[in-house]
C-alpha cells in the first residue's frame, strides 16, 4: 500500500465515524508518516477532488464522495481556483458557472482580451468556431507567456458554446519523452499488445483518450520526425495506427492545439507553420502594456491572498521591483517572484491575521533590482507611475481564479507548510529571528527550481570568483544610490566594471603600492564632464564611509572616467544584415555565433531547408528585411548565386535599400557585423568592402591559399587584444592574466594582450596599431576599432570560451561550418569515408568496402537504438576497416583475459557479435573475440564523452 | 624545464579510435598534440580529429613549424603531450627542431605507389628510409607496436631484413 492509499483509506475510515473531518496530525499519528509527508499527499488529494478540506485552522480533511475523478471535477469548476481554495465554495461557483454557461464569455476575464490579446483572442474564437470541427491551432510565445493559459481558455470556451461534444483537456508535453520517442509515440497513439518488449495488453493512447475533445501538445517542437509525420497524417484524414499495426485505422475526432516557445522562423516550425493554419502568438511580458502588467500583478496577488485568506498590503516600490524583475520568464516568472515574496511576507506578517506586507527592504535582491531595471526604462516607468497608487492593499476574492494546470503552481500549500514549520520551531524554543531564517532558507528551496532552469543566478556567481562580495554588495549599493539621487543612468555592466575598478583599487592600497599620479590629460579630459566628476565625489564618499580610510583625490578623476565611459551611448542606425543559407539551421546557428560575439542587434537568419521553393523564401527574407532595417538598407548575405537576383525584387518588395553578397562563411558574417555594428558605414561602403574581402572564386583550396598569401603580404604586424580600463593598471591586467592562461591553454602563442587606460584612449591605441594588428577588444568600454568587441560580462560568463572560437574564427574561419555540413550530409560522409579507406589501407577495395561497412554502422545504430553523428560513423567504418585488414594479413589485435570476460557483459556486445556475423556472411571473415572488445571499447569511449560534454 | 614530450608517433591516420585512447591512458598524457602542416590546412579531416579525440584530453591540430616554436616557448612548459605526425619525413623535422626523445613509436604507415611493405602495417618510401637512418644514426630507438601493451619490434631490424638499409 502506497503512503497515499494508506491516507485514502484512514480517511474513508474516519469520515465515516467522524463528520468534522481530520487533521494533519492526526492522520500522521495514526499511520505513522511524517507529517510533511502527509500534508503534501492531502494537498494532492485536494487538488485532484478525492478529498475536501474545512474552513479554519487547524484544517480538517474529509473524504470527497461527491467527486469521483478529474473529469467530473472539471465538469463541475470551469474555473478552478488552485491548492487549497478552501474559502471559495463549491455553491459559489456552481452558481457562477451556471449562470456564465453561453453567455458570458470566458474570454472576457482574461487580462488583455480587449488590448494586446485582441486579436489572439478573436483567432482562438475563430478556429473554434470554423465549421464543421474547427481549425486546429498553434500557440507561439516565449517561456512563461501564458501558452497553457490560453489553451485552457479555449477548451473552456468551446465547452461553454457546446462546440466540442466531451469534456476532456489533455495535455501532453512532448519535452518529457523527448529522449525516448518510441515511449512518446506509445502515450501519443497508444500501442497493441506485442509491439514492444511489456506491451503485454492494447493500450489506447492519449488521440484516442482526447476523442471528442481537445489535445494541447505542449513543447511540440521536441516532437520527434516519426510523431510529426503521423500527427501530420491524423490531421489531415482523421486516423491513425497504433504502435504495432500497419493500417491506419483507428478515428478520433480531436481538436489539436500546439504550443512551443520555438523562434516561428526556425525551420523546424516552418514545417507546422505551414501545416496549421491558425497560429496565435502570445506576446511577451515586455511587450505588454502598463495597465495589462499591473492587472496581471493584481490577479497574481489576489490569488496568493485567496491562498492565506488575508489582505497583501505593498508599496508603490515593491509593485515596481516585482514587475521589473521579470526577464526572460514572462507572467510565469512574475507568478514564482510573487509565490516567493507572498512567502516571505507570510513569514514576516505571521502575528498579524488580517494582513500580510510586502516591505521593499525585505525582497530579495534578485527582484530589488527589478527596481533599477524598470528605472531604466523611463517611459515604462512614466506609464505605470500614472496607474500607480502609494500601497495597493489586495483583499481575498473568491471571484478571480486560474486553473490549475500549470507547471508554475506548486504541487502543495506552501503556506500552510510555512505555518506548520514556523508553529513546530516555536515549540522547539526558537526565536523568531532564528524561524524565520531557517524557513527563508525552505522557501528559497522551493522556488528555486523555476530559476533554476534559467541563467537568473549565473552572471553574479561567475563575478564572485573574481571580486569579493562584499565589494560587490558595495558596488550594487553605490549603483542604487546613483539611480535614486543622481539620476544617473546606469547599464546592465556598471556591476562589472565598477566593482573590477574598486577591487583592483582597494588591493593596491592595502598592498601600499604608491598612488598614481594625476597627468595633465586626465584632468583636461574630465574638466569636459563635470557632471560625473560630481558623481564621482559621490561615489568615493561612499566607499571611504565603508573601508574607513581617505581616498586620494586622483581616484576620483579615475573614478569620474569610468563614468564617462560607462554611460549608455545614444543608438544610431545601422546598417541591417540578413543571412540566408541553405539547410535547417546554417544560417540561424552562424548568426547566433556572430550576435553573441559581438553582442549586435542588427543581424538576422533565415533557414531555407532544400525542399523550400524560392517563392517562399523571397517572402520569409523579405519580411526578415523588414524586421532587421533602421532606416540605412540591408545587406543580405546568400550562399547561393541564384539567390544573388532576389536584391531587386525584395527592394521592391519593402521598399528597402538591399544589396546581395553570394557568399556566407562565419568569418564573412563576423565581418558584415562588425563593420556594420562597430564602425558606422553606410550600406553602399560595407558592400564594396565586403566584396573585397571576399571577391574571389569560391573554390575553397583556391580561397585558402588567396587569403594566406593576401594576410601575408598586407599583414606582416603581430596580433594583439586590447585590455581596456580606466587606469590601464587595474581591470584590464585581471582581464590580461585571465585572457593569457585561455591563449596558453589554446597554444595560441602569436596573440599579446596590451592593456589600456581610458584616458589617451585613442592616442594609445593609434601607436599600437602601428606595431600590432588588432583582432579584439574587451573591457568597460568599446573603443572605435575595427574589431570584435567582447563585452566583460561575456567575457567573464563564457570562462574566456567566446574569446577563443572568436581567435579560432579569425584564424581559420571554416571548421565549425565543414564539421556541420558533414553532420548534415550522408553522401558526404560515405565518399569521404571511401577516400580515407583508399588513403589508409592497402588491401582492401574501398569502393566495395564502403557499403558493407556504412550497412555495418546503420545495423549496430538500429540495434542499438542510438543515434552515431556522421564523425564518429568515419571513425567506425576506419576502425573496421582496420580489424578486416588486420585479419587479412593475420595481424589481428590481442586482448587479456579479463577485458574479454568483462566485454561479454557489455550490453552492446551481443550487438556487436550479430554485427559480426553479417560480415561473416557477407565476406566470409570471422573476426576474433579480442577485435569485438576494441570494437565496443571505441563505443563506450564515445559515450563517455558525449556524456562528459552533456555535463 | 621544456614540455615534458611523452611519445612521438607516426601514424599515417594520426588520431584514431581506441588505438589513441589506449597510448593516452597508458602513458600519461595532457594533451594530444597532432603535428601536420597537411592537416592543419584541411578543415574536414582537422574537424574529424577533433572529434575523435579521447575524453578529458585536449587536442590540437598544430603546424610543424608552431609544435617547434611553442616547445621552445616557456609558457607551454606545463604541457605533458602526446605528439602524433603522419611520416618519418614529418617526425624527423619536428627533431630536427630541438625536440627531444629517445625512442618514436611506429603504429601504421599506410602503403601508396611510391612505398613497399616493411611489415603488415608500415610501408616505406625512400625519404622515409631516410629520415629513419637519421633517426638510427643519433641513436633513436625505432619502436613498432599499435597499442601500448604489445610487445615491441624494433623497425630497423625489420628494415635491414628487407635490405633496405
Known amino acids: 500500500m502506497t503512503r497515499r492509499e494508506k491516507i485514502l483509506a484512514y480517511l474513508e475510515k474516519r469520515t465515516l465515524s467522524m463528520a468534522q473531518g481530520v487533521t494533519t496530525s492526526e492522520i500522521s499519528e495514526a499511520i505513522g508518516v511524517l507529517r510533511p509527508n502527509v500534508s503534501k499527499e492531502l494537498n494532492q488529494l485536494v487538488r485532484e477532488g478525492k478529498i475536501k478540506k474545512t474552513n479554519g485552522r487547524p484544517v480538517r480533511y474529509v473524504v470527497n464522495h461527491a467527486a469521483g475523478n478529474r473529469k467530473i471535477k472539471m465538469e463541475q469548476k470551469p474555473n478552478i481556483g488552485f491548492a487549497g481554495d478552501a474559502r471559495i465554495s463549491d455553491q459559489s461557483i456552481k452558481e457562477k458557472y451556471t449562470a456564465n454557461k453561453n453567455e458570458v464569455d470566458v474570454f472576457e476575464n482574461m487580462i488583455g482580451s480587449r488590448g494586446s490579446l485582441k486579436n489572439q483572442v478573436e483567432q482562438a474564437k475563430a478556429a473554434l468556431l470554423y465549421p464543421p470541427h474547427g481549425l486546429n491551432t498553434l500557440i507561439i510565445g516565449p517561456t512563461g507567456s501564458g501558452k497553457t493559459y490560453f489553451a485552457n481558455k479555449m477548451y473552456h470556451f468551446a465547452l461553454d458554446r457546446e462546440i466540442i461534444s466531451k469534456k476532456g483537456f489533455t495535455v501532453f508535453n512532448c519535452a518529457d519523452y523527448a529522449h525516448n520517442p518510441e515511449l512518446l509515440m506509445s502515450h501519443l497513439f497508444g500501442y497493441v499488445k506485442g509491439a514492444f518488449t511489456g506491451a ?43 504502435l504495432g499495426e500497419t493500417a491506419k485505422s483507428h478515428h478520433a475526432d480531436v481538436r489539436l492545439v500546439y504550443a512551443t516557445t520555438e523562434d516561428p522562423e526556425s525551420s523546424l516550425l516552418q514545417t507546422f507553420v505551414r501545416r496549421i493554419p491558425i497560429i496565435i502568438q502570445l506576446p511577451g511580458f515586455n511587450q505588454r502594456s502598463a495597465r495589462e502588467k ?76 527589478g527596481l533599477s531595471n524598470l528605472a531604466n526604462n523611463r517611459q515604462e516607468l512614466g506609464n505605470l507611475s500614472r496607474l500607480l497608487e502609494p500601497t495597493m492593499v489586495i483583499k481575498p476574492d473568491a471571484k478571480r481564479g486560474l486553473p490549475d494546470i500549470d507547471s508554475y503552481e506548486l504541487p502543495y500549500n506552501l503556506y500552510e507548510i510555512i505555518g506548520d514549520k514556523a508553529a513546530l520551531l516555536k515549540d522547539e524554543g526558537l526565536d523568531q529571528a532564528a524561524i524565520n531564517n531557517f524557513i527563508m532558507t525552505d522557501i528559497n528551496l522551493h522556488l528555486k527550481s523555476f530559476y533554476r532552469q534559467g541563467k537568473l543566478e549565473k552572471t553574479v556567481s561567475s563575478l564572485n570568483e573574481i571580486v569579493d562580495q562584499e565589494i560587490i554588495d558595495l558596488t550594487k549599493q553605490i549603483q542604487r544610490l546613483l539611480q535614486e539621487r543622481e539620476n544617473y543612468p546606469v547599464r546592465d555592466n556598471f556591476i562589472y566594471a565598477m566593482s573590477l575598478h574598486i577591487s583592483s583599487f582597494i588591493k593596491r592600497v592595502q598592498s601600499g603600492k604608491p598612488l598614481r599620479n594625476i597627468s595633465a590629460d586626465l584632468i583636461s579630459m574630465v574638466h569636459d564632464y563635470p557632471a560625473e566628476l560630481k558623481i564621482a565625489e559621490r561615489v568615493k564618499d561612499l566607499i571611504e564611509d565603508h573601508y574607513r580610510f581617505p581616498i586620494p583625490e586622483s581616484e576620483v578623476y579615475y573614478m569620474a572616467i569610468l563614468l564617462v565611459s560607462l554611460k549608455s551611448e545614444p543608438k544610431t542606425g545601422k546598417v541591417g544584415i540578413v543571412v540566408a543559407a541553405h539547410g535547417n539551421s546554417t544560417a540561424s546557428s552562424m548568426v547566433q555565433v556572430v550576435s553573441q560575439l559581438l553582442s549586435v542587434d542588427n543581424i538576422a537568419a533565415y533557414d531555407m531547408p532544400l525542399e523550400m521553393s524560392p517563392k517562399v523564401a523571397l517572402d520569409g527574407i523579405a519580411s526578415q528585411v523588414k524586421n532587421i532595417d533602421q532606416g540605412d538598407g540591408v545587406l543580405l548575405l546568400v550562399d547561393m548565386g541564384s539567390l544573388s537576383t532576389f536584391s531587386s525584387k525584395l527592394t521592391e518588395k519593402t521598399n528597402i535599400r538591399v544589396k546581395t553578397i553570394d557568399m556566407v562563411t562565419t568569418a564573412m558574417v563576423l565581418e558584415a557585423a562588425r563593420k556594420t555594428a562597430l564602425i558606422d558605414s553606410d550600406l553602399e561602403t560595407v558592400y564594396r568592402e565586403l566584396h573585397e574581402f571576399d571577391g574571389y572564386s569560391r573554390t575553397i583550396e583556391k580561397v585558402q591559399k588567396k587569403k594566406n598569401d593576401v594576410q601575408k603580404i598586407s599583414d606582416q604586424r603581430d596580433k594583439a587584444i586590447i585590455a581596456i580600463c580606466s587606469t590601464g593598471k587595474g581591470t584590464a591586467r585581471r582581464i590580461k592574466d585571465l585572457l593569457d592562461k585561455i591563449l596558453v591553454d589554446n597554444l595560441i602563442d602569436d596573440i599579446t594582450v596590451i592593456t589600456v587606460s581610458v584616458v589617451n584612449m585613442k592616442e594609445q591605441i593609434a601607436k599600437i596599431q602601428q606595431k600590432y594588428q588588432i583582432v579584439a577588444t574587451t573591457g568597460v568600454v568599446k573603443p572605435k576599432v575595427a574589431a570584435p568587441f567582447v563585452s566583460l560580462e561575456n567575457l567573464l560568463q563564457g570562462g574566456g570560451e567566446s574569446f577563443v572560437s572568436l581567435i579560432e574564427e579569425i584564424n581559420n574561419n571554416r571548421a565549425a561550418r565543414e564539421a556541420e555540413t558533414l553532420e548534415h550530409s550522408e553522401f558526404l560522409t560515405e565518399e569521404m569515408s571511401q577516400k580515407y579507406l583508399g588513403q589508409y589501407f592497402t588491401f582492401i577495395n574501398p569502393a566495395k568496402i564502403v557499403k558493407i561497412l556504412w550497412n555495418y554502422c546503420d545495423f549496430i545504430q538500429q540495434r542499438s537504438k542510438s543515434k552515431m553523428s556522421n564523425a564518429f560513423r568515419i571513425s567506425l567504418i576506419m576502425h573496421m576497416a582496420g580489424a578486416l585488414e588486420r585479419y587479412l594479413t593475420r595481424s589481428e589485435m590481442s586482448a587479456d583475459e579479463q577485458k574479454l570476460s568483462s566485454v561479454r557483459t557489455e550490453k552492446l556486445y551481443p550487438i556487436v557479435k550479430q554485427a559480426n556475423e553479417v560480415l561473416h556472411e557477407t565476406l566470409n571473415i570471422n573476426l576474433s573475440d579480442a577485435e569485438v572488445y576494441y570494437t565496443v571499447e571505441l563505443f563506450n569511449t564515445e559515450k563517455e564523452k558525449s556524456d562528459t560534454q552533456n555535463n | 624545464m621544456t614540455m615534458d614530450v611523452r611519445l612521438l608517433r607516426i601514424d599515417s591516420r594520426l588520431l584514431h579510435g581506441q588505438v589513441t585512447t589506449n597510448w593516452a591512458k597508458a602513458i600519461n598524457v595532457n594533451r594530444i598534440l597532432v603535428v601536420s602542416d597537411r592537416v592543419a590546412r584541411d578543415m574536414i579531416r582537422k574537424t574529424l580529429i577533433v572529434q575523435a579525440a579521447p575524453p578529458g584530453i585536449r587536442t590540437n591540430v598544430i603546424t610543424v613549424e608552431k609544435m617547434i616554436r611553442i616547445y621552445h616557448d616557456p609558457r607551454f ?4 603531450p602526446m605528439i602524433l ?14 625536440i627531444k626523445i629517445d625512442s618514436i613509436n611506429i603504429g601504421a604507415i599506410s602503403f601508396d605507389n611510391t612505398r613497399v611493405m616493411v611489415t603488415d602495417t608500415i610501408a616505406v618510401s625512400a625519404a622515409d628510409v631516410e629520415a629513419f637512418k637519421w633517426f638510427h644514426d643519433r641513436g633513436i630507438k625505432l619502436d613498432v607496436r599499435k597499442v601500448s601493451n604489445d610487445s615491441s619490434k624494433n623497425l630497423w631490424k625489420s628494415l635491414s631484413e628487407k635490405g633496405l638499409v
Do not use: W
Not at chain 1, 348 to 359: D, G, V
Open chain 1, 294 to 369: 499591473l492587472q496581471l500583478l493584481e490577479q497574481l496577488l489576489t490569488l496568493e491572498a485567496n491562498r492565506i485568506h488575508k489582505n497583501i498590503r505593498l508599496s508603490e516600490d515593491v509593485v515596481q521591483a516585482l514587475l521589473g524583475s521579470i526577464t526572460y520568464g514572462n507572467v510565469g516568472q512574475l507568478k514564482s517572484n510573487i509565490q516567493l515574496v507572498c512567502a516571505q511576507g507570510f513569514l514576516n506578517s505571521m502575528h498579524n491575521k488580517n494582513e500580510i506586507t510586502l516591505h521593499f527592504s525585505q525582497l530579495p535582491p534578485n527582484i530589488k533590482d
Open chain 2, 77 to 80: 612548459d606545463g604541457l605533458k
Open chain 1, 200 to 242: 503485454n495488453d492494447d493500450k489506447d493512447g492519449l488521440i484516442q483518450e482526447a476523442d471528442g475533445g481537445i489535445l494541447f501538445l505542449d513543447e511540440v517542437h521536441r516532437l520527434p520526425p516519426e510523431g510529426q509525420e503521423m500527427i501530420f497524417y491524423f490531421m489531415d484524414h482523421g486516423t491513425y495506427s497504433r
Open chain 2, 85 to 98: 605526425v603522419e611520416d618519418p619525413v614529418d617526425a624527423r623535422c619536428v627533431v630536427e627542431g630541438g
